[in-house]
């Protein structure tokens, strides 16, 4: 997901965020809305790992607040190497 995104090249990414979370929503609630402030004028993208299943909607809703977000979910074990 292409998250917040304020860099001169729209095409260019300088700044990959992973989250990983697990029933720490109000760290998450301060993490994620420090990112804007400590990424002006780049181009961001923000990955959340929320492994609390209860949580997810909270997380989601969350994230549809922030600037430029476009939240998705996907539900499948992965491995990337």
């Not at 989250?19 to 994620?32: D, E, F, M, P, R």
């Amino acid at each position: 997901m292409r998250g917040i995104r304020g860099g001169q090249d729209e095409g260019a990414l300088d700044l990959s965020v992973v989250i990983v979370s697990y029933n720490v929503q109000h760290y998450l609630a301060a993490c994620l809305e420090s990112i804007p402030a400590g990424t002006d004028g780049l181009s961001v993208e923000v990955f959340v790992v929320d492994n609390d299943a209860e949580a997810i909607e909270v997380t989601r809703r969350r994230l549809e607040r922030l600037p430029g977000c476009a939240p998705y979910e996907f539900r499948e074990i992965a491995a990337l190497w």
